[in-house]
T-cell receptor, first 114, second 111 residues
C-alpha cells in the first residue's frame, strides 16, 4: 500500500500480558515515530528512529516499553506486563529523510488492557 | 522543553462562518509546523505543512500562518461546512527531531 500501516487495528489484552504492535512505514521513509494518544488528548511522543537506531527514546514511560526497527523499515513496539493505564491508541508516523518533509501517520492500534 | 498549546479547546460555529484556530509553541527553534485533522476513532490526516522559513500555506478553504518569532500559528477555515467538524491538531518538529503536539481543538459546525 501507499500509506503507513499498523497492525493489529485493535488489541484487547489482560493486565500483565505482553503485547507487540507493528508499524509498516511508507517505502523509503527513514524516520519513524511512535506516539500514544489517550482519549481527548493530543498524541504524546514515545520514541523516534532514524534508520535502524533509536535516535530519541526519551518519551518511553518506563522500562516495560521497548521498540525495535532491526532492518530500518518495519518497527515493533513491545509492551511487557501491561497495565490498565497503557490503554490508548498507539500511532506510528514516518517521514522520508529530510526534516522539511511531511510526517505521515498510520491509522493507529487501539490497545485495551482489561 | 517544547510545549504546544491550542486555543480554544472546543468551538461550535454555524455553517458558513469563517473561523480561526490558534496554536502557540514555546521554543521557536523549529523545522516546521503541521496542522492535522482527526475524525473520531480515526488516524491523523495532514492538512498543511509550513516550513520554518515560510509565513503561510494555503489549500482550498484552509490557510495556515506561521509567526516563528512569536511562537504562533493560526489555521483559518473559510466558509465552514458540517464536514469540517473534527479535531484539529497542531504539531511542531523541533531541532531535536521530536514532533510535539498540542491537545487539539474540537470543532463542531452547526448545520
Amino acid at each position: 500500500g501507499a500509506g503507513v500501516s499498523q497492525t493489529p487495528s485493535n488489541k484487547v489484552t489482560e493486565k500483565g500480558k505482553y503485547v507487540e504492535l507493528r508499524c509498516d512505514p511508507i517505502s523509503g521513509h527513514t524516520a519513524l515515530y511512535w506516539y500514544r494518544q489517550s482519549l481527548g488528548q493530543g498524541p504524546e511522543f514515545l520514541i523516534y528512529f532514524q534508520g535502524t537506531g533509536a535516535a530519541d527514546d526519551s518519551g518511553l514511560p518506563n522500562d516495560r516499553f521497548f521498540a525495535v526497527r532491526p532492518e530500518g523499515s518495519v518497527s515493533t513496539l513491545k509492551i511487557q506486563r501491561t497495565e490498565r493505564g497503557d490503554s490508548a491508541v498507539y500511532l506510528c508516523a514516518t517521514r522520508r529523510d529530510s526534516n522539511t518533509d511531511t510526517q505521515y501517520f498510520g491509522p493507529g492500534t487501539r490497545l485495551t488492557v482489561l | 522543553k517544547q510545549e504546544v498549546t491550542q486555543i480554544p479547546a472546543a468551538l461550535s460555529v454555524p455553517e458558513g462562518e469563517n473561523l480561526v484556530l490558534n496554536c502557540s509553541f514555546t521554543d521557536s527553534a523549529i523545522y516546521n509546523l503541521q496542522w492535522f485533522r482527526q475524525d473520531p476513532g480515526k488516524g491523523l490526516t495532514s492538512l498543511l505543512l509550513i516550513q520554518s522559513s515560510q509565513r503561510e500555506q494555503t489549500s482550498g478553504r484552509l490557510n495556515a500562518s506561521l509567526d516563528k518569532s512569536s511562537g504562533r500559528s493560526t489555521l483559518y477555515i473559510a466558509a465552514s461546512q458540517p464536514g469540517d467538524s473534527a479535531t484539529y491538531l497542531c504539531a511542531v518538529l523541533g531541532r531535536d527531531d521530536k514532533i510535539i503536539f498540542g491537545k487539539g481543538t474540537r470543532l463542531h459546525i452547526l448545520p
